[in-house]
């Protein structure tokens, strides 16, 4: 699975990465686990996930029994991750492969940030899918394909979540900004701890194409990796010893973000006017 685009794209986008630490505020040192599993441990799949003898890489897996997947040890208030996962590769319809953050407590009042990526038939793009709950209430779906092969090798997704924004990254670009609107009664996840989770399961009903295209377990076990996990606090004290995160995004940083959004977002829940029709989410007319 490939998506077509031209040498001179991807060589700007090289580009842009390089200078995007700078962008969006530089990075303070990240607690980088010597093993993945240091950091990560598996919580489900009977014996589904593996890591690598090198303890660099964790494998999860998915049959037509069970899929799997893991969680943090740690949980964060305010974070940096960065996470690198090489997806499901040749036809990964009906798959769905997860990295998200989500607090532990009552379900009804969770607050989570959400990036699953759907699988699709061989040759058709993986859709990036992201949300944002807070207090048990979502609906801010924004969906984009990617503009590489996310099968082929390791890319870096983050969440950077600080008092300020959300911001969600693809090797180092962002395509994604919620802003901390609570002031003008908009809600942000600013009180509960979360969690990374991560898993690879099965959504035949839902995930490919609205559900019209189904897993083929004859292509089964299924797997997605995942390596270099690293966590950098993001809180207040660490704004104000430099860290940068409380900066928003300089120009450089936000016309990368307005290039992907332009290029790869396929969907917007700020623009579905038949999902509400009475008028947009108050903050999607926010600046």
Same mark, same amino acid.
């Given at each position: 699975?490939?998506?077509? +685009?031209?040498?001179? !794209?991807?060589?700007?986008?090289?580009?842009?990465?390089? +200078?995007?630490?700078?962008?969006?505020?530089?990075?303070?040192?990240?607690?980088?686990? &010597?093993?993945?599993?240091?950091?990560?441990?598996?919580?489900? &799949?009977?014996?589904?996930?593996?890591?690598?003898?090198?303890?660099?890489?964790?494998?999860?897996?998915?049959?037509?029994?069970?899929?799997?997947? +893991?969680?943090?040890?740690?949980?964060?208030?305010?974070?940096?991750?960065?996470?690198?996962?090489?997806?499901?590769?040749?036809?990964?319809?009906?798959?769905?492969?997860?990295?998200?953050?989500?607090?532990?407590?009552?379900?009804?009042?969770?607050?989570?940030?959400?990036?699953?990526?759907?699988?699709?038939?061989?040759?058709?793009?993986?859709?990036?899918?992201?949300?944002?709950? *807070?207090?048990? *209430?979502?609906?801010?779906?924004?969906?984009?394909?990617?503009?590489?092969?996310?099968?082929?090798?390791?890319?870096?997704?983050?969440?950077?979540?600080?008092?300020?924004?959300?911001?969600?990254?693809?090797?180092?670009?962002?395509?994604? %900004?919620?802003?901390?609107?609570?002031?003008? &009664?908009?809600?942000?996840?600013?009180?509960?701890?979360? !969690?990374?989770? &991560?898993?690879?399961?099965?959504?035949?009903?839902?995930? *490919?194409?609205?559900?019209?295209?189904?897993?083929?377990?004859? %292509?089964?076990?299924?797997?997605? %990796?995942? !390596?270099?996990?690293?966590?950098?606090?993001?809180?207040?004290?660490?704004?104000?010893?430099?860290?940068?995160?409380? %900066?928003?995004?300089?120009?450089?940083?936000?016309?990368?973000?307005?290039?992907?959004?332009?290029?790869?977002?396929?969907?917007?829940?700020?623009?579905?006017?038949? !999902? +509400?029709?009475?008028?947009?989410?108050?903050?999607?007319?926010?600046?």
């Amino acid at each position: 699975m490939a998506v077509a +685009f031209s040498s001179s !794209r991807s060589c700007v986008m090289v580009a842009m990465a390089l +200078f995007l630490g700078l962008c969006v505020g530089a990075m303070p040192a990240a607690v980088a686990a &010597g093993r993945i599993d240091d950091g990560l441990e598996a919580t489900w &799949g009977d014996g589904r996930s593996s890591v690598s003898p090198d303890g660099e890489v964790l494998t999860l897996t998915l049959d037509h029994t069970s899929g799997s997947g +893991f969680r943090s040890k740690n949980t964060y208030l305010f974070v940096r991750l960065n996470l690198q996962i090489k997806l499901v590769p040749n036809n990964s319809a009906g798959t769905v492969t997860t990295c998200y953050l989500m607090s532990e407590g009552p379900w009804g009042i969770h607050d989570e940030i959400d990036l699953e990526f759907l699988g699709n038939v061989t040759g058709q793009p993986y859709t990036l899918h992201t949300n944002v709950y *807070t207090n048990g *209430t979502g609906h801010k779906e924004q969906q984009f394909h990617l503009w590489f092969d996310p099968t082929s090798d390791f890319h870096t997704y983050s969440i950077e979540w600080t008092p300020r924004h959300i911001l969600i990254l693809v090797d180092g670009t962002p395509v994604r %900004q919620f802003k901390n609107h609570a002031a003008q &009664g908009v809600p942000y996840p600013s009180s509960q701890p979360m !969690r990374l989770f &991560g898993s690879l399961w099965d959504a035949e009903d839902w995930a *490919t194409q609205g559900g019209r295209v189904k897993t083929d377990w004859s %292509q089964a076990p299924f797997a997605a %990796q995942y !390596r270099n996990f690293t966590a950098a606090d993001a809180s207040s004290a660490a704004a104000g010893a430099g860290s940068g995160y409380d %900066q928003d995004m300089d120009a450089t940083a936000q016309q990368a973000m307005k290039w992907a959004r332009s290029n790869y977002m396929v969907y917007d829940y700020c623009a579905d006017g038949k !999902r +509400f029709p009475q008028g947009a989410p108050a903050e999607c007319g926010m600046p």
